[in-house]
């Protein structure tokens, strides 16, 4: 039981106080089937600087067998780990309407499924995280750099969870603010995924 409300005191989980939320129809308007996460954000709690309570530092190498953003933590350790103000984590996904008992829905042709991380940076990022991720993106899934709706970036590719053969991968940044997001699924058309980054852009950053 100690164990346990020392790990609470680490971080707190609590409603959205800021950007983190992007809306289905925004993301994927018209959808017929869809699901989506009730995003919530994790910011430090009351010993999350103490060392002997929290312990935690971000891998020295990025864990590429893993998925975005390869550092191996949960959101309860990548925060105090990270030194990061808050983090928020959703995914949006829609897929086509299926007859009978056709398994798994996620996976079939048709499906697209956004996943995504917000972390608001503490000042002069303590913890190194932006430099850890993009260490990691040109690593895990050898990104390069562009731009996404007039904000830096870095995209890359990796292997497909969803039956698509490969996934696109996208590292942003703006300001305090930095924004990791995976888009899947074999049923994006020509052009549909750069809109959908743009709408990550204007609804998270």
């Given at each position: 039981?100690?164990?346990?409300?020392?790990?609470?005191?680490?971080?707190?989980?609590?409603?959205?106080?800021?950007?983190?939320?992007?809306?289905?129809?925004?993301?994927?308007?018209?959808?017929?089937?869809?699901?989506?996460?009730?995003?919530?954000?994790?910011?430090?709690?009351?010993?999350?600087?103490?060392?002997?309570?929290?312990?935690?530092?971000?891998?020295?190498?990025?864990?590429?067998?893993?998925?975005?953003?390869?550092?191996?933590?949960?959101?309860?350790?990548?925060?105090?780990?990270?030194?990061?103000?808050?983090?928020?984590?959703?995914?949006?996904?829609?897929?086509?309407?299926?007859?009978?008992?056709?398994?798994?829905?996620?996976?079939?042709?048709?499906?697209?499924?956004?996943?995504?991380?917000?972390?608001?940076?503490?000042?002069?990022?303590?913890?190194?995280?932006?430099?850890?991720?993009?260490?990691?993106?040109?690593?895990?899934?050898?990104?390069?750099?562009?731009?996404?709706?007039?904000?830096?970036?870095?995209?890359?590719?990796?292997?497909?969870?969803?039956?698509?053969?490969?996934?696109?991968?996208?590292?942003?940044?703006?300001?305090?603010?930095?924004?990791?997001?995976t888009l899947d699924g074999s049923g994006w058309k020509a052009g549909e995924q750069q809109r959908a980054l743009a709408v990550l852009v204007a609804r998270l950053l």
């Amino acid at each position: 039981m100690t164990h346990v409300v020392e790990a609470l005191r680490c971080i707190t989980r609590r409603p959205l106080t800021g950007k983190g939320r992007v809306p289905l129809e925004a993301l994927f308007p018209g959808a017929e089937s869809s699901d989506s996460s009730d995003p919530k954000e994790v910011v430090p709690g009351v010993d999350a600087t103490v060392r002997s309570k929290c312990p935690g530092e971000l891998p020295a190498e990025p864990l590429c067998d893993g998925l975005a953003p390869w550092t191996g933590l949960p959101s309860d350790e990548l925060v105090p780990a990270s030194g990061a103000l808050r983090l928020v984590e959703g995914y949006l996904v829609t897929m086509p309407k299926q007859a009978g008992n056709q398994a798994p829905p996620e996976s079939s042709a048709g499906t697209k499924e956004v996943s995504y991380g917000l972390v608001d940076l503490a000042a002069g990022d303590p913890g190194g995280l932006v430099d850890h991720l993009r260490v990691a993106f040109v690593a895990c899934a050898k990104a390069t750099p562009s731009t996404v709706a007039g904000v830096a970036a870095l995209v890359g590719t990796v292997p497909s969870e969803r039956g698509a053969g490969s996934a696109e991968v996208v590292l942003l940044r703006r300001g305090s603010s930095v924004v990791w997001a995976t888009l899947d699924g074999s049923g994006w058309k020509a052009g549909e995924q750069q809109r959908a980054l743009a709408v990550l852009v204007a609804r998270l950053l």
